[in-house]
């Protein structure tokens, strides 16, 4: 079992960048994939990045694509969520979540690890 802690949220004006983390404990991160996910009021959770435990194989939402970056240091057992040009719409609870040995798949429910989530609040 592993532990996360999601944190780096804040306010931002649009425009601007934020880098959220998510450190694990409990188990060495590396066998995990590890997904970002988002949730706005009044919607549903929606993928946003995610990296595999393979190598560094990396996947990104559309509606992110060119803005945010996934990365990861397993020797500190972090994952990274780089975010850049951030929009108002960017506006929600972020959430890391991870499974071992998963494959990288961009459904919530492909997940069983997950963090507590850091808001994230850019005006505009």
């Known amino acids: 079992q592993v532990q996360l802690v999601d944190s780096g949220g804040g306010l931002v004006q649009a425009g601007g960048s934020l880098r959220l983390s998510c450190a694990a404990s409990?188990?060495?991160?590396?066998?995990?994939?590890v997904g970002w996910f988002r949730q706005a009021p009044g919607k549903e959770r929606e993928f946003v990045a995610g990296?595999?435990?393979?190598?560094?194989?990396?996947l990104h939402a559309d509606s992110v694509k060119g803005r945010f970056t996934i990365s990861r240091d397993n020797d500190k057992n972090m994952v990274y969520l780089e975010m850049n040009s951030l929009k108002p719409e960017d506006t929600a609870v972020y959430y890391c979540a991870a499974d071992q040995f998963g494959n990288l798949r961009p459904f919530p429910g492909a997940y069983v690890y997950w963090g507590q989530g850091t808001q994230v609040t850019v005006s505009s």
């Open positions: 409990g188990r060495p991160f590396s066998s995990y994939t």
């Open positions: 990296i595999s435990w393979r190598g560094s194989g990396t």
